[in-house]
T-cell receptor, first 114, second 114 residues
């Protein structure tokens, strides 16, 4: 079975500071990993995905994540937080079939303060 | 182009009522997923269609939940005899089968059972 664990249900950073949202995965097969963002009363938007190509993945809005097999981690980072980054972030894992269901973590709410 | 749409966006039902939630996937997407997102939680998989075939319904919580996609496009999730624990946001996602592992999410239907 596959699963992801997101450490920290709430993270608060100052505007301009580094954003680091943690995700660790558990999978018996090489996983595909995703980060999604959810703004209030909206659906999920894909930020980036890892599908066994480059281990450092760049996404939208300046976010990136690095797949580290030795640490079973896929942490999300952004060098400089912006007020508009305040949202809920979900890490997810899927199998490698072309239409596999996603298993999500419990989410991390990012707060950005002035 | 148009994204995934869902209707209604909000639904209030009295306990014991039946409800039907609609999902219009992106045109040409053959895979369609339903997820349930309880308050403060990550989405959880309910069921998956490839065209009109329901290939995985392992996440449906009870036999009160039923999903269909008769013509391989629009899908309906039906909940019979709603219970308070059914209150959640129901998310629909679609994806291309070949060469893409990205799921595109709709805005969700927020169901409140009173």
């Amino acid at each position: 079975a596959q699963s992801v664990t997101q450490l920290g249900s709430h993270v608060s950073v100052s505007e301009g500071a580094l954003v680091l949202l943690r995700c660790n995965y558990s999978s018996s097969v090489p996983p595909y990993l995703f980060w999604y963002v959810q703004y209030p009363n909206q659906g999920l938007q894909l930020l980036l995905k890892y599908t066994s190509a480059a281990t450092l993945v760049k996404g939208i809005n300046g976010f990136e994540a690095e797949f580290k097999k030795s640490e079973t981690s896929f942490h999300l980072t952004k060098p400089s937080a912006h007020m508009s980054d305040a949202a809920e972030y979900f890490c997810a894992v899927s199998g490698t079939g072309t239409a596999s269901k996603l298993t999500f973590g419990t989410g991390t709410r990012l707060q950005v303060t002035l | 182009g148009a994204g995934v749409s869902q209707s209604p966006r909000y639904k209030v039902a009295k306990r014991g009522q039946d409800v039907a939630l609609r999902c219009d996937p992106i045109s040409g997407h053959v895979s369609l997923f339903w997820y349930q997102q309880a308050l403060g939680q990550g989405p959880e998989f309910l069921t998956y269609f490839q065209n009109e075939a329901q290939l995985d319904k392992s996440g449906l919580p009870s036999d009160r939940f039923f999903a269909e996609r008769p013509e391989g496009s629009v899908s309906t999730l039906k909940i019979q005899r709603t219970q308070q624990e059914d209150s959640a946001v129901y998310l629909c996602a679609s994806s291309l089968v070949s060469g893409s592992y990205e799921q595109y999410f709709g805005p969700g239907t927020r169901l409140t059972v009173t």
